[in-house]
């Protein structure tokens, strides 16, 4: 069973630019959240989808954007780049909306690191 | 609002050591809390995650981890450490749906 696949891996952009990340979760897998990591704040929340839905959004300005489509594969987007933005965002996928446990985990995938120059 | 904190960014243990890493929660309501390892490079793995059916759960690779609510305590330990465990760990709090509230991590280094 294929695990979480982000896309790109790694990406370089300039300031002022846009970026569109790309998160496939696990086949039957319909809720999708995603997290930024930086060194200085650490992992943060950015949000969540279900059945193509918002259902839960972390606190980041709104140049921070997401999707989700109807086969559950999810983007987000990044609009007019700053310098601040440099980080792993790290994609996750659960079968729902429950709280991850042994028999809803919740699985990671190896993320997309964005570097801005 | 519920919370973690991961005491020491940096644990340093030699091989065959004891290995615990600290998370202290803050929470309301019966926290569900979660350890996650992250090797370099990759995404985030559960170890172990406790949700108040039992007070020591046991995890992959060794580790495992007691809940303390009279001292909001989730500690993670492992008996004798080996190389392989080198890595972040967070650890983490679920408010509510799959968002999950995470620790700084801390660093684990794992001397011969």
């Known amino acids: 069973k294929a695990g979480v696949t982000q896309t790109p891996r790694y990406l370089i952009k300039t300031r002022g630019q846009q970026v569109t990340l790309s998160c496939s979760p696990i086949?039957?897998?319909?809720?999708v959240s995603w997290y930024q990591q930086t060194p200085g704040q650490g992992l943060q929340f950015l949000f969540e989808?279900?059945?193509?839905?918002?259902?839960n959004k972390g606190n980041f300005p709104g140049r921070f954007s997401g999707r989700q489509f109807s086969n559950s594969r999810s983007e987000m987007n990044v609009s007019t780049l700053e310098l601040g933005d440099s980080a792993l965002y790290l994609c996750?996928?659960?079968?729902?909306?429950?709280?991850?446990?042994?028999?809803?985990?919740?699985?990671f995938g190896d993320g997309t690191r964005l570097s801005i120059l | 609002a519920q919370s973690v904190t991961q005491l020491g960014s940096h644990v340093s243990v030699s091989e065959g050591a004891l290995v615990l890493l600290r998370c202290n929660y803050s929470?309301?309501?019966?926290?569900?809390l979660f350890w996650y390892v992250q090797y370099p490079n990759q995404g985030l793995q559960l170890l172990l995650k406790?949700?108040?059916?039992?007070?020591l759960v046991k995890g992959i690779n060794g580790f495992e981890a007691e809940f303390k609510k009279s001292e909001t305590s989730f500690h993670l330990t492992k008996p004798s450490a080996h190389m392989s465990d080198a890595a972040e760990y967070f650890c983490?709090?679920?408010?509510?749906?799959?968002?999950?509230?995470f620790g700084k991590g801390t660093t684990l280094s794992v001397s011969s």
């Open positions: 983490a709090v679920s408010p509510g749906g799959t968002a999950l509230i």
């Open positions: 996750a996928s659960s079968f729902t909306l429950r709280r991850p446990d042994a028999d809803q985990p919740q699985h």
């Open positions: 086949s039957g897998h319909r809720s």
């Open positions: 929470s309301s309501v019966p926290p569900y």
């Open positions: 406790y949700t108040s059916a039992a007070t």
């Open positions: 989808y279900f059945s193509e839905t918002q259902r």
